[in-house]
């Protein structure tokens, strides 16, 4: 029926005999309809608002279930059911909670002394790198590392939904080697003499001229003149 105020006739019959009529009052009041702000979505994790027992407009009731969990992605429906005396209807909503995104780092992680290497960040929209004092910049996809000693180098990428996540890499700065080559040698005018080189793992030798080869840990040298 229509809300509104009702007048309900009663007649009491004993014995064949119908006695006089009562009126009763009635008022049916229309259902309203709760109100709340809307919750989320929410990234991976995070701690998420507190479902209130009393909606925006004055009604008290319960939820089902009664708090937001935001430890899965997906959508979840949450459901506020008025309290008995409440003239309410219930309520339903829809919370998302969205996966965080997977941020990596790739680049060369060993430079030598005074090099430098460039990172580049991918899984997110925007970048920001820390530390930055050896950074080209804090900010962007890629920057260029030139760390004076090793050094971890951590990105924090933000995705178009605002959820967050990081990856570091260490970049090693390594010694450089100590290099010592064949002593020096005395050889008659038309001779040749082998020249070895230690501490590296690749070699290269010059001036190329009268050598067998300008690279390998051994060559041939044979010199016209003192070299």
């Known amino acids: 029926s229509a809300p509104g105020p009702y007048v309900l006739t009663v007649i009491e019959t004993i014995n064949g005999c119908d006695g006089d009529p009562i009126d ?4 049916l009041t229309p259902k309203v309809d709760p109100t709340f702000d809307v919750f ?22 319960t939820w089902n279930p009664s708090t937001i969990n935001t430890s899965a992605p997906g959508t979840t ?17 829809d919370v998302i909670v969205t996966p965080l995104p997977v941020v990596l780092i790739s680049g060369t992680n060993a430079v030598c002394p005074g090099g430098n290497t460039t990172l580049t960040a991918s899984g997110a929209s925007t970048y920001t790198w820390s530390p930055g004092a050896s950074l080209s910049a804090t900010s962007g996809s890629s920057v260029v590392a030139t760390p004076i000693s090793n050094t971890i180098y951590t990105v924090t990428g933000t995705d178009a939904s605002g959820c967050i996540a990081t990856d570091d890499i260490t970049v090693t700065v390594n010694p450089l080697p100590s290099i010592t080559a064949s002593s020096n040698v005395a050889i008659c005018a038309g001779e040749s003499t082998t020249l070895q080189g230690f501490g590296g793992d690749t070699y290269a030798w010059s001036p190329a001229t009268n050598l067998s080869a300008t690279s390998g840990q051994s060559v041939i040298a044979s010199p016209t003149s003192t070299i």
């Open 24 to 27: 009763l009052d009635i008022i």
């Open 40 to 61: 989320g979505p929410y990234c991976l994790n995070a701690v998420p608002a507190i479902l209130p027992l009393l909606s925006n407009n004055g009604i008290d009731g």
């Open 77 to 93: 429906t949450y459901t506020f059911t008025p309290a008995a005396d409440e003239c309410a209807n219930e309520f339903t909503m």
